[in-house]
């Protein structure tokens, strides 16, 4: 009877340990798969090989792992296309527009969760409709409008552009400002504080993860988004592109020169690195934001 | 029982939909009534600023204000009569005859055609303009008539350090809201009404703006959907099915994926749950232009996976995946299986956070109860998770319906169909982005736009109005 239950209890373990084996393999085989992508990128951009002629091989080659590696890639980079200049832009606009949407988001996210006023109902309705609008719908009709005042091409309109809308995009800080007791502020009100107090003193000392949730978003918006700063800068003025127009022109442009493919492979490098170690760092924030927003 | 919640939900969407429209009417009708008070009941001060903004401040000798008041009255009037020319088109109240003409000059050596896309631009922005003036006019006779109130009431009038003290408390969400509403109504609202206007005119490349006039067409570029030979009445059936399809597998594979990821690296015994994790973050954090240009490099016809391919000799000829190759379904079923690259990790990331929140009670319950693992897994963890994510499901649908980076980035929306701008794994976003921005068919491209809002507001109002989070918003107040 006892000998029965212990060969039960082993062949659990057995079965446990066979279960957990085939799911660290298939684990395995999910990670090759995922990184596979982003180490091509990286192979590529160290990728230094020469033809017969000693010219550079910049195509996209059928082997995976280069046959010699070097930094001339990113020399070239640096040195004969306008890739520093377009990745200062990019700091500049991002760098800017992240302090004012973050704070405009953040006060919308406040008021909307715990002020009390007439129209407060009537603007949440009109932000989820406007927010069911395809984004660019109204992106050549911004692009008019800047173009009438003569802002267009400009970095500044991409800052205004990548600003303005923030006060909509308000539901996850709202969602997280939600949760935090009404109480606390009803007892700094008997204190005499004022609401801007309570929104300065009580509920953003409180809010650490949601406005480094909010600011790490707002941040790398701009290395990312390529359709706006495509059609607000438009395509003439290769001194105010971002990086990520002007490393799809590069690949896909006007004038296509498709031996670059190494050089556009070193751009992405230089712009992954950055943004990667900041949201691998802020990780934490970013799922507790993410699981926030998910739920509610 | 069903049925009958059923009809009910029915009938309160319909009274919902038509309450909005009485209570616009009752709120105006209120704003009159209160209007005709105020000018009868108010201090001379307050009957002058109907005529005069901040002459009631003046009055009772809120100077600062009654002059910022006087000051933007004055701009306005200035702006509305002088009409300044902004690019030769004027705006101010010139502008509202341009909107309904939509310019009348036609051009000629002498005269420059007049340009019917800013008289449009300019007709929705003075129509911004004057609301805006009527909120602020509301507002000063309001502010006056308050003062009035105070006086009688035995008090002083607000001192303007008074006024400012409250934006910080009591109107602290004037002062907080202002500045965000003002950057949505010049960035997101003013531009779509423009862009839903263009919709009713002949806009396209045939009229392009300051060259050739245009004019409003009532409904015509709507029916040209259903009859007629241009590119919008051919493709746009294939190209809303396909948008469809797309979103539904789009967002079912993501949905299985991200949870079957999750419940792998979660599962109880796997060593080093964080590593495993951050690998897959790491692909949501790098910028999707990258792995998407990524992704189309591997999979050239002289990439990497075809001489893979090759070599093991699994094919002859290399395979065309995305915007050249032979036939739809192979673009459109590598761009699925990109997607789920692209979007697992994101919904396992939000998924783990899920699972570790399931109540751990229900688990002890049921251990007591005698279930086995397995049981606790079919009938406590996925029903939570199904329950919890709901609404995630149907922002990921919607999401996905304009999901705009995935299909330009890897086919472009190749490959392409004769004769034709939309191409075989266009979405109605990306069809409206090269119609737009790269054919200048301005209107038919507004008439898709005004298609998938209206696709995605359908989905919305069926879904949100009975989510948890709308229906228990004010719980938490």
Redesign the interface.
Known sequence: MIKAKQLKAKSYKSSQRTSLTISYIILTILVIVWLYPILWILLNSLRTEYNTGGQLIGIVVSHYFPKQIGFENFRILFAETLFPRWFLNTLFVSSISFIISTMLTLSVAYVMSKLKFKVRKSFLNIAIILGLFPGFMSMIAIYYILKAFQLTQTLWALILVYSAGAGLGFYIAKGFFDIIPNSLLESAKLDGATNSQSFRKIILPLSKPIIIYTALLAFIGPWMDFIFARVIIGEANTDTYTVAVGLYYMMYGEQIDSNVFTIFAAGCIIVAIPIVTLFLSMQKYYVEGVTAGSVK | MNNNQDTYKKRNILSRFFSIFIYFGKSIYNKFKKFINRFKDGSIGTKLSHIFMGAGNIYHKQYIKGVIFFIIEAGFLALMILSPQ??STPLGFKSIANFFTLGTEPGSIFLPTDNS??ML??GV?CFGIIGMFIAVYGSSIKSSYKADLDVKAGKEATSFKEDI?AL???R??V???T???I??I???????I??IFIAFTNFDSLHPAGQVLFDWVGFDNFFAIFNGTGEISVRFGPVLGWTLVWAFFATSTNYIGGIF?AL??N?K??KLKKI?R??????????????L???R??L?E???I???LINLHLIDDPIKFLATADSAWTARITIIFINI?IGV??TM??T???LMNVPKDLYEAAQIDGATNRQAFRYITVPFILF??A??LITSF?GNI?S??VI?LLTGGGPTVPGYIAGETDLL?TW??KL??DQSE?NI??VI?IM??II??TA?LLS?RRSK?YKE?DA??
Do not use: C, R
């Open positions: 902004v690019n896309m800013l631009l300019f922005i003290q910080l408390d009591d602290f969400h002062a907080m809201l500045p965000a509403i950057g949505i010049t960035f997101t609202v003013l531009p779509t423009f862009m990821l792998l690296i599962k015994g796997i495993w951050t690998i897959f973050v790491l692909t949501i954090a790098l910028p999707q232009f990258i792995s240009l990524a992704m490099s591997i050239a002289y990439g990497p075809n001489s893979m690259w990790p994101y990331l939000m783990s956070g899920i919890v994510t609404p995630f919607i304009t705009f980076n330009y976003v409206l982005y737009t921005i301005y491209g507004s736009a998938t809002f995605t507001a919305t949100y989070s918003e938490f107040q």
